[in-house]
């Protein structure tokens, strides 16, 4: 069973997600407001944050930024749930640190299977059931941790950009469609929902790619490649 906090201003919809989500066997905590959400984050330090964004006092953008800053909950899979659901609202919640995002209104199974993916992902890498360590290339990573050694330097990932890593590893050398990612990263099928790898991808390169030193290509109409060597922009396009 996980615990997982609500952070909702709404009460009826805190509700609804609330029964809907014990409905699967999980023990569901909520809280009316940002300030609340984070002091109840620290406390009881959950599997997971189903975090509104347009809330009074303090909006879910600084709340997921807030718990990504803090040693103690930056490891917490965060779904934004949230009336806003343009580009560019989702582009700042994934910037925020959120790991999915689901626009209302939403169906009842689509949250169901988003939390079960988070839940998933965030259970593969506390167990450890990867391996437990990973190397092509220059590149090493270290699921205990949830970090990636590159070269001689060590990067702390969140664990939606160690997961994106470690498939684009097992693929090593291959095109992996944004399908592709979806489906083995977030668990659910491809919708067209490239803003959302599009975003983890800026994320992760910020991580690994230093200097000219380049990493990760963008394949146009067909994905992305780990390029574990390592290559610079005159050798090859991003």
Same mark, same amino acid.
Request: proline letters at 5%; aromatic letters at 4%; a negative charge.
């Given at each position: ?97 959120? %790991? =999915? ?6 169906? +009842?199974?689509? /949250?169901?299977? #988003?939390?079960?993916?988070?839940? $998933? ?70 919708? %067209? =929902? ?6 983890? +991808?800026?994320? /992760?390169?910020? #991580?690994?790619?230093?200097?000219? $030193? ?25």
């Amino acid at each position: 069973m996980s615990r997982i906090l609500v952070i909702e201003d709404e009460q009826a919809i805190a509700e609804l997600v609330k029964i809907n989500l014990e409905l699967l066997g999980h023990q569901v905590i909520t809280a009316p407001d940002g300030i609340k959400g984070l002091a109840m984050a620290q406390q009881h330090r959950p599997d997971m944050v189903v975090l509104d964004v347009m809330m009074p006092d303090l909006d879910g953008f600084t709340v997921c930024q807030r718990l990504r800053q803090n040693q103690q909950t930056n490891h917490i899979p965060v779904l934004m749930l949230t009336a806003l659901s343009t580009t560019k609202d989702k582009v700042a919640g994934f910037d925020a640190g959120a %790991d =999915d995002y689901l626009p209302k209104p939403f169906d +009842i199974p689509e /949250l169901q299977v #988003r939390v079960r993916a988070l839940l $998933r992902r965030a259970g593969t890498v506390n167990q450890s059931s990867l391996p437990e360590i990973l190397t092509a290339g220059e590149i090493t990573l270290i699921p205990e941790n949830l970090q990636a050694k590159v070269a001689d330097r060590i990067e702390k990932l969140t664990p939606t950009e160690f997961e994106i890593l470690h498939c684009l590893m097992q693929h090593h050398g291959q095109t992996v469609s944004t399908g592709k990612l979806l489906e083995e990263v977030w668990g659910y099928s491809p919708d %067209d =929902d490239v803003d959302t790898i599009r975003v983890h +991808i800026r994320h /992760l390169r910020t #991580r690994l790619e230093k200097g000219e $030193r380049k990493y990760i290509k963008t394949v146009y109409g067909g994905g992305y490649q780990l390029v574990a060597e390592g290559f610079t922009k005159e050798k090859g396009a991003e």
